[in-house]
Nanobody, 125 residues
Framework: VQLVESGGGLVQAGGSLTLSCVVS????????VGWFRQAPGREREGVAC????????NYTDSVKGRFTISSDDAKKTVYLQMNNLKPEDTAVYYC???????????????????WGRGTTVTVSS
């Protein structure tokens, strides 16, 4: 199983970034794919997740209305569109996959079975 993230970078507060995650080695429709983040000295935090077979999504409260998760089955890719970024969004963002429901995975991101190496997002004030 491989999950390869891209799209991180440095952006000013209020700006936007789109993260991409290409998934291989598992049945795309059989899994939920999401993003969690970890900032230095802080615990892992679930950000967003989508169940690919029916498009059910879930978000942590702090990103609702700003972030949108989507998936492209043909490309086996999951996207995280991040708008109105804030300095507190600064973290390493990891793409991850599991068969569980998106609500569970955002609340308990340690449950993800597979994850990538991460991509760094830095938001300057």
């Amino acid at each position: 199983v491989q999950l390869v993230e891209s799209g991180g970078g440095l952006v000013q507060a209020g700006g936007s970034l789109t993260l991409s995650c290409v998934v291989s080695g598992l049945s795309f429709d059989g899994y939920s794919v999401g993003w969690f983040r970890q900032a230095p000295g802080r615990e892992r935090e679930g950000v967003a997740c989508i169940r690919n077979r029916d498009g059910v999504t879930n978000y942590t409260d702090s990103v609702k209305g700003r972030f949108t998760i989507s998936s492209d089955d043909a490309k086996k890719t999951v996207y995280l569109q991040m708008n109105n970024l804030k300095p507190e969004d600064t973290a390493v963002y990891y793409c991850a996959a599991d068969i569980a429901h998106p609500v569970l995975l955002v609340k308990f991101p340690d449950k993800f079975d597979y994850w990538g190496r991460g991509t760094t997002v830095t938001v300057s004030s």
